[in-house]
């Protein structure tokens, strides 16, 4: 009767402490997963940010190094006009030295 009902009360309760207890150990476990999760993905967010910075640094230094190609070919070009200028003044040199060599008596 009354004992017998007492008893089942009791574990009734003892069952539903234990189901609680179960359900505080998923909520911590779900808890720990989604801050897991979290972690991740500010890590991957962390991750994506640097690959974006040296991407940015290597579109920097490659274009630092097309503007370093284009003034060598002009350095390269402007060479090349001193050469030539150099060659057409020894060439004019070479002139006047024999028209003064004609005017010497």
Do not use: C, P, W, Y
Not at 30 to 55: H, K, L, P, R, Y
Request: hydrophobic share 45%; proline share 0%; no cysteine.
């Amino acid at each position: 009767g009354v004992d017998e009902i007492a008893v089942m009360g009791e574990e009734v309760t003892k069952r539903f402490r234990e189901i609680l207890g179960r359900i505080e150990e998923i909520n911590s476990m779900i808890e720990n997963t989604a801050a897991t999760a979290q972690e991740q993905g500010a890590a991957a967010e962390e991750m994506a940010s640097a690959m974006d910075n040296v991407t940015k640094i290597v579109e920097g230094v490659v274009e630092s190094l097309n503007r370093m190609e284009s003034l060598i070919e002009d350095q390269t070009e402007s060479a090349a006009k001193v050469s030539q200028a150099a060659e057409r003044l020894s060439e004019l040199s070479e002139q006047l030295s024999a028209l003064v060599q004609k005017f010497k008596v």
